[in-house]
């Protein structure tokens, strides 16, 4: 399966984005996505997953209430909204996809593929 982020960009703080992950290749209903984000020279954070079918989500501490993470089957895309952002936001966000996955430690288990990055730049 390949992916395709894009709908980063700058952003003044307090305000909202939408990233978009276009997944093509197979389904992605059988397809779990996660978004992933990553400041040059720090570790690699993950943000949030959806899990196969739509069963379930997750999101990390850093943006639970300010994030909804969502996919739309029928145009095979997985998205990532992110309101209220803030400095600490800025990062190039990245999505990724595992078939028949449902989430669990999705922070540090193997994702089967990696989309290129979308750079998010929060700032006034």
């Known amino acids: 399966v390949q992916l395709q982020a894009s709908g980063g960009g700058l952003v003044q703080p307090g305000g909202s984005l939408r990233l978009s992950c276009v997944v093509s290749?197979?389904?992605?209903?059988?397809?779990?996505i996660g978004w992933f984000r990553q400041v040059p020279g720090k570790e690699r954070e993950a943000v949030s997953c959806?899990?196969?079918?739509?069963?379930?989500?997750e999101y990390s501490q850093s943006v639970k209430g300010r994030a909804t993470i969502s996919k739309d089957n029928a145009k095979n895309t997985a998205y990532l909204q992110m309101d209220s952002l803030n400095a600490e936001d800025t990062a190039v966000y990245y999505c990724?996809?595992?078939?028949?996955?449902?989430?669990?430690?999705?922070?540090?288990?193997?994702?089967?593929?990696w989309g290129k990055g979308t750079l998010v730049t929060v700032s006034s």
């Open positions: 990724a996809a595992r078939w028949g996955y449902y989430c669990a430690g999705y922070e540090s288990i193997s994702w089967s593929s």
């Open positions: 959806i899990g196969t079918r739509d069963i379930n989500t």
């Open positions: 290749g197979r389904p992605l209903e059988d397809h779990a």
